[in-house]
């Protein structure tokens, strides 16, 4: 996966490991669109300083909510995360989880910029939406622009130069 490690806006893509072909196939079109999208192979832990700052620098945090999503607390800080720091959500449904049995983050979804399904096997039904929300649209590279970015997962640090590892 190609993710953005630049400065400017960028979407903070969270999502449980175990939902991680659905996220780089999200990743992967938003780069074909021109979009700045972060995440990593962790799906983002704000527990972790590094990805508390990235999520902090982020335009919107986009979460992909599941029920290996909604089964560890790992994944649910996420969204408790996201809150914390007033930044604006948008929520993709992959399944038909039932966030209404958790109160307290039934009460985190009026955060939500929006929430929309998104389909594996029919993205285009999501994207439609998704590619016209402002605060995703304000993260678009400009025409001129070239893409700040790194593969992130082993392959990625397997093809780092080593002066990066210092």
Not at 47 to 74: H, M, N, P, Q
Not at 105 to 131: H, I, Q, T, W, Y
Request: with cysteine; net charge negative; glycine share 4%.
């Amino acid at each position: 996966m190609e993710v953005y490690k630049g400065k400017s806006d960028f979407i903070a893509l969270c999502y449980a490991q175990q939902n991680r072909n659905a996220a780089e196939q999200i990743v992967d079109r938003l780069n074909q669109e021109r979009f700045r999208v972060w995440t990593n192979d962790r799906g983002c832990n704000p527990k972790k300083k590094a990805d508390a700052v990235r999520l902090a620098e982020s335009r919107v945090a986009v979460i992909l909510i599941s029920k290996d999503w909604i089964a560890e607390e790992k994944y649910t800080n996420q969204l408790r995360g996201a809150a914390h720091i007033q930044k604006q959500l948008v929520l993709l449904f992959l399944d038909d989880t039932d966030m209404s049995k958790h109160e307290e983050l039934n009460l985190l979804l009026n955060r939500s910029v929006r929430m929309m399904d998104f389909k594996p096997d029919a993205p285009e039904d999501c994207f439609s939406g998704l590619l016209t929300l402002d605060c995703i649209t304000d993260c678009k590279m400009a025409d001129d622009e070239e893409p700040d970015t790194e593969k992130t997962g082993i392959i990625g640090f397997l093809s780092r130069d080593i002066t990066d590892l210092t």
